[in-house]
C-alpha cells in the first residue's frame, strides 16, 4: 500500500514538476472564423467613415444635399446629430453580435465586455485601456483586413474540397472503365486540397486562439465609439492616446469653442449656445441616442411611407424620361400606386389644366421643371432603397457598399412637402404624356393623308 502511494506520488511530480503550472490548451476560433471575419469589414467601414476627409464630406456634401435642405431640415446642427445617432446605433449592432461572442471566453474581462462597453459609452470609464491609439488602430485595421481575406479564401477552399469529395464518392460508387484513373486523379486532387486548407487555417482567424481575437474586436469597438465621440464632440473624458483631429472637429463645428457646442443626447444641436454640463449622461447613452433617430409624426419615416414613396419616385421618373412609352395600364398602375392624399391633391391641380395639351411651349417649360425637380427628389429616393437594401436580411452579413446615411433617405422628409413635390411630378407627366400622344396621333394622321393623296 505505501508502495503505491509513493509511485503515485512519483507519477505525479513527472507529469507536473515543481513550480511549472500545467498547460492548458487554449480554445481555437475555429468555424466561427466565417462570422468574425464578417464583423470585422463592418468595423473596418465605420472606422474609414471617420476619417477626416469622411467628416468634411459629411458637413460639405451630405448634408447640404438640395433635397435634403427641401424636404428634410436646413439645420445643420441637427442633421450632424442624426449622422452621429446612426453611427452609433449601427456600432452598438455590432457591438451586440461581439459581446454574444465574448460569453464564450475564458478570460472574464472580456466575459463582461457588455457591462464594459455600455459603462464607457455611458460615462467615459476604460478601466483596462480597450481603446487603441491612433496609430495602433491602423495596424491592427491593416493586419486583421490579412486575416479576412485569407478566412474568405478558405471558406472557398473547404466548398472546393466539398465539391472534390463528393466527385471521388460518385466515382467509386460508378461503373466505368476509365474510372480507376479518374479516381486515383481525384484523391491526389483531395489530398493537395486538404493540405491548402490545413494551411489556410494558419494563415486565416481558424487556428488563431479565441480570447485574443474576441478582445481585439471589443477594442476595436471601443476605439471606434471613441472616435465618434471625439469627432462630434460629445463630452466625456476620451482617452488620452487617441489624438483629437483638430481639422475635422473644425469643419464639423466651426466654432471658437467646438467642446462646447455639441450635447449629443440631450437634442439637436444649437450652433454656438454653450450647454451645461447633462449629468444625465451616465443613464442609458444608446437609449438616449435612439431617441434621436426616431422620426417626428410629420416625416415620412413616422408614416411608414418612406420606401413606398421612394419606389412611386422612382417609377414617375422613368415615365417622365420616356413618356412616349407610357401605356395606359401603365398610367392605371402608377395611380394605384397613389395614397389617398396624393390622389385629392392631384384631382384638385387638374381640374382647371382642361383636356387638350398643344402647346409646346407650355410643355417644354413643364420638362424643364420637372427635371429640376427630380434633381433633387430622385437621389433621396435612390438612396431610401440603397439603404433598405443593404440593411435587408440577405445582404446584413455583408459590408455596406454605398455609405448612405439615413438623413440622405426620405426616411425623415417631411410628408407634405414630399407629397407637394410627388403631386407636381404627377401633373407635368399628365401634360407632357397627352402632349407627346397629341403629337403622335397628329404625326401618324399627316402620315395617313400624305399616303392617300400619293395613292389617288
Given at each position: ?234 463630452k466625456y473624458s476620451y482617452p488620452p492616446s487617441l489624438p483629437r483631429s483638430l481639422s475635422a472637429l473644425a469643419m464639423v463645428y466651426p466654432t471658437d469653442q467646438p467642446s462646447n457646442t455639441f450635447n449629443f443626447v440631450s437634442g439637436p444641436l444649437i450652433k454656438g449656445v454653450k450647454h451645461e454640463e447633462n449629468n444625465d449622461l451616465s443613464h442609458g447613452f444608446f437609449e438616449k441616442n435612439s431617441t434621436i433617430l426616431k422620426p417626428s409624426s410629420t416625416t415620412l419615416g413616422a408614416a411608414a411611407l418612406a420606401l413606398h414613396y421612394a419606389n412611386l419616385i422612382i417609377v414617375t421618373e422613368k415615365m417622365i424620361r420616356s ?134
Amino acid at each position: 500500500m505505501g508502495l503505491e502511494t509513493w509511485l503515485i506520488k512519483v507519477k505525479k511530480s513527472i507529469l507536473n514538476p515543481k513550480g511549472i503550472k500545467p498547460m492548458i490548451k487554449k480554445s481555437k476560433v475555429g468555424v466561427l472564423a466565417f462570422e468574425i471575419s464578417s464583423i470585422i469589414p463592418k468595423l473596418n467601414h465605420m472606422w474609414l467613415n471617420l476619417s477626416d476627409k469622411n467628416i468634411t464630406r459629411l458637413r460639405n456634401e451630405s448634408i447640404r444635399l438640395e433635397g435634403v435642405r427641401r424636404i428634410v431640415s436646413t439645420d445643420d446642427s441637427f442633421l450632424l446629430s442624426l449622422a452621429c445617432a446612426e453611427m452609433v446605433e449601427n456600432l452598438e449592432m455590432v457591438s451586440k453580435t461581439v459581446s454574444r461572442l465574448s460569453k464564450r471566453c475564458e478570460d472574464s474581462k472580456i466575459r463582461c465586455f457588455e457591462t464594459l462597453f455600455e459603462g464607457f459609452a455611458n460615462t467615459g470609464r476604460d478601466p483596462y485601456c480597450w481603446a487603441f491609439g491612433w496609430k495602433e488602430m491602423e495596424a491592427w485595421i491593416k493586419k486583421m483586413e490579412r486575416y479576412v481575406a485569407a478566412t474568405a479564401t478558405l471558406h472557398r477552399e473547404i466548398d472546393e474540397l466539398t465539391v472534390v469529395e463528393n466527385s471521388l464518392k460518385k466515382y467509386l460508387q460508378c461503373d466505368h472503365h476509365m474510372k480507376q484513373q479518374k479516381i486515383l486523379d481525384l484523391e491526389q486532387k483531395l489530398h493537395w486540397q486538404k493540405q491548402k486548407i490545413k494551411y489556410l487555417k494558419e494563415k486565416s482567424l481558424w487556428n488563431k486562439a479565441f480570447d485574443p481575437i474576441t478582445l481585439l474586436l471589443a477594442r476595436l469597438i471601443f476605439t471606434i465609439l471613441s472616435r465618434i465621440k471625439l469627432v462630434f464632440n460629445i463630452k466625456y473624458s476620451y482617452p488620452p492616446s487617441l489624438p483629437r483631429s483638430l481639422s475635422a472637429l473644425a469643419m464639423v463645428y466651426p466654432t471658437d469653442q467646438p467642446s462646447n457646442t455639441f450635447n449629443f443626447v440631450s437634442g439637436p444641436l444649437i450652433k454656438g449656445v454653450k450647454h451645461e454640463e447633462n449629468n444625465d449622461l451616465s443613464h442609458g447613452f444608446f437609449e438616449k441616442n435612439s431617441t434621436i433617430l426616431k422620426p417626428s409624426s410629420t416625416t415620412l419615416g413616422a408614416a411608414a411611407l418612406a420606401l413606398h414613396y421612394a419606389n412611386l419616385i422612382i417609377v414617375t421618373e422613368k415615365m417622365i424620361r420616356s413618356p412616349q412609352l407610357v401605356g395606359v395600364d401603365a398610367r392605371d398602375d402608377l395611380y394605384f400606386m397613389l395614397p389617398n392624399s396624393i390622389r385629392s391633391s392631384l384631382r384638385r391641380r387638374l381640374k382647371g389644366i382642361g383636356f387638350t395639351a398643344s402647346d409646346p411651349v407650355l410643355a417644354g417649360e413643364w420638362r424643364e421643371a420637372l427635371g429640376k425637380i427630380l434633381g433633387w427628389l430622385s437621389p433621396l429616393a435612390h438612396n431610401m432603397l440603397k439603404w433598405q437594401n443593404e440593411r435587408s436580411f440577405e445582404h446584413q452579413n455583408l459590408m455596406p457598399k454605398t455609405g448612405v446615411l439615413l438623413l440622405q433617405t426620405l426616411f425623415f422628409a417631411d410628408q407634405e412637402k414630399t407629397e407637394a413635390a410627388i403631386t407636381e411630378l404627377l401633373v407635368g407627366l399628365n401634360y407632357i404624356w397627352r402632349f407627346d400622344n397629341a403629337k403622335a396621333l397628329l404625326n401618324c394622321t399627316n402620315f395617313k393623308n400624305l399616303q392617300q393623296l400619293h395613292a389617288s
